[in-house]
Every structure is written in structure tokens, then in C-alpha cells.
């Protein structure tokens, strides 16, 4: 068994939100927390195409620059900011 790579984040929800993560987590088959790492690790993903974009589109830098800040690849940036054309 290899060891796992992954890191812990704790998330607190209040009792209708955690019904609710419960809920959609059931609907796609999936633990609570597999959905919430998907969610979170899509939107944080999002945020950071979004700034990235900005970032370009000022001149503040290059793709190459910016796919090192952010942990993205060149191609995931260029390939959205493509996209907002």
C-alpha cells in the first residue's frame, strides 16, 4: 500500500449545510468529504484561472509567469483565457 500524498484541511459547517454537502454527496456517489474536495479543489481552480486572466490581460505578466504562481499549467490558462475571448 503506498502512502497517501494528501493533506488534511478541516472544513466547519453549520447542521443545514452539512445535510445539504450529505445530501448532493449521496446523489453522485460519493463521500462527504470526496465531494467537498472535488468542490473545493474545482473552485479553488477557478479563482485562480480568474486572477490569472486579470493578471494577463494588465500586462502584470506572462502566461509562463503566471502558470508558476498559480500552480496551473501555461496550456489551463491560455485554454480559458481563450475561452472569455
Known amino acids: 500500500m503506498m502512502p497517501t500524498t494528501k493533506q488534511t484541511v478541516s472544513v466547519r459547517l453549520d447542521h443545514e449545510a452539512k445535510l445539504r454537502v450529505e445530501q448532493a454527496a449521496k446523489l453522485v456517489g460519493q463521500s462527504a468529504g470526496a465531494f467537498i474536495e472535488k468542490a473545493g479543489v474545482e473552485r479553488a481552480q477557478q479563482v485562480l484561472i480568474d486572477w490569472a486572466i486579470k493578471q494577463q490581460r494588465r500586462g502584470d505578466a506572462s502566461f509562463s509567469e503566471l502558470a508558476e504562481q498559480t500552480n496551473l499549467s501555461i496550456?489551463?490558462?491560455?485554454a480559458a483565457a481563450g475561452q472569455r475571448d
Open 75 to 78: 496550456e489551463q490558462i491560455m
